[in-house]
């Protein structure tokens, strides 16, 4: 009994931090806020895809799309544009968008 | 209607009597919406307001022409880089797709008292809100000898339209060897770096088809926007052809001559083969006629757009006072969507986020050598704050440069399918 508890305490504790940072911040998400906060996305991003310079994030998976921002956030990717479109959303704010984008149809 | 029992109607009543914030909806018709133009800005918010409200808002949108050509790459056109069709939309997305009420008719005047905008043809259109986005008018007076009667000989070509296509025939049609003047227009006007990317367009099309033409700059200004960048790539694409005259030098235009070609300055005399003269700018006359103006321009309040002067009048684009944001298509249509925003809040109770903004301009200097400046900004008590900003660098590679370009031509498409889809 007691090893038994302690392989669900085991599996407790890892499924916890199973949890990535990005679930995490998408379960932070409000799809309304991230539907006011995506207008600005849709001045570039286009619904039904793009070519080789800006591409589709409609439909995106939601992680993916936290990861990107995470990443343009952290400088960590180049693009002048969305370091500076990233670096002023905080996690509530990524997770709404994430949320968002997530759900609408993705390009053909 | 027939499915609805007397006592759920009368309940619905009772509950319309206690939204008295709405009181178009208390009364059993739909909130009115009135967009005046039909461009970066107007276009954009008829769309926000109509397609996020799902039909509980009554939007109008008035512009004159039924045929839009944007101002925002009318430059690459200049360039040979695209034919003019291609910058060209229509209003039957925002008809068809949004159940935007479409009217091709001038505002003449409002009414703002009574809540109502009077037509060109006579007609009135009332409205709970007002969206006025009617971009600029031209004070030709500013230059002595320059007026509409004379933009055929000297095209201005800075509201898109045939005038750009004048202006790209006359390019094309210079003599070899000639001399081609801009005049850029002095502080604020439309598009910053506009005047700048047309130079690089027009020197492009030169080195093809006139190499020995050259072009003098007249600017009314001592500086200019992301001057080191378009001078850096002037003389790498167009060693000798362009020359930039600071308004320290030539001490101010005192006169054109339309019929002579020739350009009056404390310099010298310049005598043009072609020429785009790009007058002092103010906002479109219906804000004026609609007294939401305060001189040239029309103040706004940071957090909505909503004109100083009138909390039913929201003001968009060129013509307001949106300081720190430059006068720009991506600038309006970042402010459209705040504007709707605000302007569904009150009119059907939908949740008001706090206003954000940004802008990006792309600047085209040669192919694939693409510059681009951005800015995102907050509303402060005062004015529309600059958040954090960029702006292309000095050694960027190639690859970055014509990789801006791509994203330009991109941001194209996703912005007008933004305002007319």
């Known amino acids: 009994m007691k090893k038994l508890l302690f392989v669900i305490f085991l599996l407790t504790f890892f499924c916890k931090f199973a949890f990535s940072d990005e679930q995490q911040i998408i379960a932070m998400g409000d799809i309304e806020y991230g539907e006011y906060l995506g207008a600005e996305c849709v001045s570039c991003h286009q619904q039904k895809g793009a070519s080789e310079g800006i591409p589709a994030i409609h439909g995106m998976d939601a992680e993916v799309f936290v990861a990107l921002m995470l990443a343009y956030r952290a400088k960590e990717m180049e693009n002048p544009v969305m370091r500076m479109i990233a670096g002023r959303l905080n996690d509530e704010q990524i997770g709404s968008l994430a949320l968002y984008f997530s759900q609408l149809e993705p390009p053909k | ?421």
């Open chain 2, 1 to 421: 209607m027939s499915k609805i029992s007397r006592r759920a109607f009368t309940g619905l009543a009772a509950a319309s009597v206690g939204t008295l914030a709405f009181p178009s909806i208390s009364f059993g018709a739909l909130p009115k919406v009135v967009v005046i133009g039909g461009g970066a800005g107007g276009a954009t918010a008829a769309r926000y307001i109509a397609k996020d409200s799902g039909g509980a808002v009554h939007v109008t949108l008035v512009e004159a022409s039924k045929r839009y050509y944007t101002c925002f790459f009318s430059n690459i056109y200049l360039g040979g880089f695209r034919n003019y069709a291609s910058i060209g939309h229509n209003y039957y997305g925002l008809a068809v797709n949004q159940g935007v009420n479409v009217v091709h008719e001038w505002a003449v005047s409002v009414d703002a008292v009574a809540r109502k905008v009077k037509l060109g043809s006579g007609e009135h259109l009332s409205y709970d809100k007002l969206v006025i986005s009617p971009g600029i008018d031209l004070k030709y007076d500013k230059i002595n000898g320059y007026s509409a009667a004379v933009q055929d000989k000297m095209p201005h070509a800075w509201k898109s339209g045939t005038q750009v296509q004048l202006l790209r025939n006359q390019v094309m049609n210079m003599k070899q060897g000639g001399t081609f003047v801009m005049v850029p227009p002095p502080n604020p006007y439309r598009c910053p770096p506009g005047p700048y990317e047309r130079v690089s367009m027009i020197a492009h099309q030169f080195k093809q088809s006139n190499p020995t033409g050259k072009i003098v700059i007249l600017d009314p200004k001592p500086k200019f926007s992301k001057q080191g960048l378009f001078e850096a790539g002037w003389q790498k694409h167009y060693p000798g052809m362009i020359e930039w005259i600071s308004s320290e030098d030539h001490g101010g235009l005192k006169n054109v001559n339309a019929s002579t070609m020739e350009f009056e300055t404390d310099l010298d005399t310049f005598k043009a083969d072609a020429a785009c003269v790009v007058p002092a700018q103010r906002a479109g006359a219906i804000a004026m006629a609609a007294g939401v103006n305060n001189g040239d321009w029309c103040p706004i309040v940071p957090a909505s757009m909503q004109s100083q002067a009138d909390e039913n009048i929201y003001v968009l684009g060129d013509a307001s006072v949106a300081k720190s944001m430059p006068k720009s298509g991506f600038s309006a249509n970042s402010q459209a969507k705040v504007a709707a925003n605000h302007i569904r809040g009150a009119l059907t109770g939908s949740k008001v986020f706090d206003a954000r903004y940004s802008n990006t301009c792309w600047s085209l200097i040669a192919p694939d050598d693409d510059v681009k400046v951005g800015a995102s900004y907050v509303a402060g008590a005062e004015a529309i704050d600059v958040e954090s900003k960029f702006i292309s660098q000095a050694d960027d590679t190639s690859e970055t440069r014509a990789a801006n370009y791509q994203e330009s031509i991109d941001w194209y498409n996703g912005m007008t399918a933004d305002m007319f889809s």
